[in-house]
């Protein structure tokens, strides 16, 4: 199996959605009112307090990895792909998702109305937010470089406002979702130009690890009682940075298992896309059809069914349309568009040789 890609990056994008997808399924289980264990709680807090801004970071890593966006053509034409790439994703699977939740209203755990899904172009739903801030980001800090050309004056802007953000709540969730996430990105660009073999450091990474033990430990128990803004902003980015790490390493020590193990992250992080816009379809549908048709309420078998068919069922999913190029339209849409391109090019009839 061939990656194009760093494959840390696959298998940490890999262990990072494993862990956001076990927790949709214990949130779940406490908004359908089944189980609600003290564990969930811990388990949310420490997966919150690093995947997302994770995900920010290797964004940002693999952004550092293209060509510099020097020119506003060069802009122009990227963030047209990024707009298609992420916004044909977002309002797809968002209007599927939403669908689905209408339809079966009475079974699930919440409903969506026709106003939320009117807002979707200033106000996403469900996970789908992720996609809706990183196009945001990409089509913002592409134009910060072009116009300062200063990658030290953007990344103090940029914490600037991650430290601001808690003061300057504004409620219009693109400019509050960047001040808070575009942060996150730009370190993991400032991570492959500046250190990366930070993450194939092992040593390093056991060192950030044990912080992040200590933080998380320390927060869980004591967050409650800071109140103060400023200080919680220094430890939520902390936990983000040090976790993230902590991700990279426990990843690196599945990885070097065996490989069986290192394989399965693999296959998982190829399809981690997928398993991002679709695993919430599946783990609800097993869940209503044991406890509402079947009356079963087993837990350690709700959270096998579910653990299996959120992460399976989009990597089927996945397989298929990578079979079948329309499909991959709604996951990669450039990628088909693209292909299809390259194949009406070599279909095309030769007219020198006639």
């Not at 969930?40 to 801004?53: G, L, Q």
């Not at 979702?177 to 073999?197: H, P």
């Not at 009682?225 to 200080?231: C, D, E, L, T, V």
């Not at 902003?233 to 290192?262: C, D």
């Amino acid at each position: 199996m061939e990656y194009s890609r760093e494959e840390w990056i696959i298998r940490t994008k890999a262990f990072a959605i494993l862990l956001v997808v076990t927790v949709h399924m214990f949130r779940g289980f406490i908004s359908a009112n089944m189980y609600n264990y003290s564990s969930f709680k811990y388990i949310d807090f420490t997966v919150d307090s690093f995947a997302m801004p994770l995900f920010f970071i290797l964004s940002g890593y693999l952004y550092a990895k293209t060509k510099q966006i020097d020119s506003f053509s060069k802009y122009k034409k990227i963030s047209f792909n990024n707009i298609l790439n992420l916004g044909i994703p977002y309002f797809v699977f968002t209007l599927v998702q939403s669908t689905i939740n209408i339809i079966l209203s009475s079974k699930t755990n919440g409903t969506v109305s026709i106003i939320n899904l009117l807002r979707i172009p200033i106000v996403p739903l469900f996970q789908f937010w992720f996609l809706y801030t990183l196009l945001i980001i990409f089509l913002i800090i592409p134009l910060l470089e072009i116009l300062l050309k200063n990658k030290y004056i953007i990344l103090s802007i940029l914490i600037i406002l991650k430290f601001a953000s808690p003061y300057l709540v504004t409620n219009i969730f693109l400019i509050d979702s960047f001040c808070d996430y575009a942060f996150y990105f730009y370190i993991g660009k400032m991570l492959y130009l500046k250190n990366k073999t930070l993450v194939t450091n092992n040593l390093a990474l056991a060192l950030f690890s044990l912080i992040y033990i200590f933080l998380n430990i320390l927060a869980y128990t004591k967050f409650i009682y800071i109140h103060n803004k400023f200080i919680s902003s220094i430890l939520e980015i902390a936990l983000s940075l040090t976790g993230s790490l902590f991700a990279i390493f426990v990843t690196s020590l599945l990885s070097t298992i065996n490989n069986f193990i290192r394989n399965i992250l693999n296959i998982i992080g190829k399809y981690s896309f997928h398993i991002y816009l679709l695993h919430v379809i599946p783990m609800a549908g097993i869940r209503i059809v044991l406890s509402k048709i079947f009356k079963i309420d087993n837990f350690a078998l709700h959270t096998a069914l579910g653990l299996i068919l959120g992460v399976s069922i989009p990597i089927i999913a996945g397989y298929i349309a990578y079979k079948i190029n329309i499909l991959n339209f709604f996951f990669y849409p450039t990628k088909y568009i693209y292909k299809t391109k390259e194949s009406s090019i070599k279909t095309m009839p030769n007219i020198n040789s006639q």
